[in-house]
Nanobody, 116 residues
Framework: QVQLVESGGGLVQAGGSLRLSCAVT???????RGWYRQAPGKQREMVAT???????NYAESVKGRFIMSREDAKNTLSLQMNNLKPEDTAVYYC???????????WGQGTQVTVSS
């Protein structure tokens, strides 16, 4: 069982920055970590995913602006978001998938609102 708690969301003007954090607790061998987002009326979409190898994949819409990182000593994931745009407004979710097939966990989400 793994628990995820996001923090760091808020309201920011276009061009500003925010840093999201995700505290990871519990046990389980994690295969991939990720950040997803869901805007009103839209499907949830991948923002960034990081595999154990270190390979990180970003959505085209955030490449060059967002950076995902992990700090194993603190069991946290982070998403540094720079040059934010109004279209980045969404609820952002932390996600992990375990090595054991079929085990996937989500945080409760944190709201990010970018004003123009």
């Amino acid at each position: 069982q793994v628990q995820l708690v996001e923090s760091g969301g808020g309201l920011v003007q276009a061009g500003g920055s925010l840093r999201l954090s995700c505290a990871v607790t519990g046990s389980g061998s994690i295969f991939v970590r990720g950040w997803y987002r869901q805007a009103p009326g839209k499907q949830r979409e991948m923002v960034a995913t990081m595999y154990n190898s270190g390979f990180t994949n970003y959505a085209e819409s955030v490449k060059g602006r967002f950076i995902m990182s992990r700090e194993d000593a603190k069991n946290t994931l982070s998403l540094q978001m720079n040059n934010l745009k109004p279209e980045d407004t969404a609820v952002y979710y932390c996600n992990v998938r375990l090595t054991k097939p079929g085990y996937e966990y989500w945080g409760q989400g944190t709201q990010v609102t970018v004003s123009s």
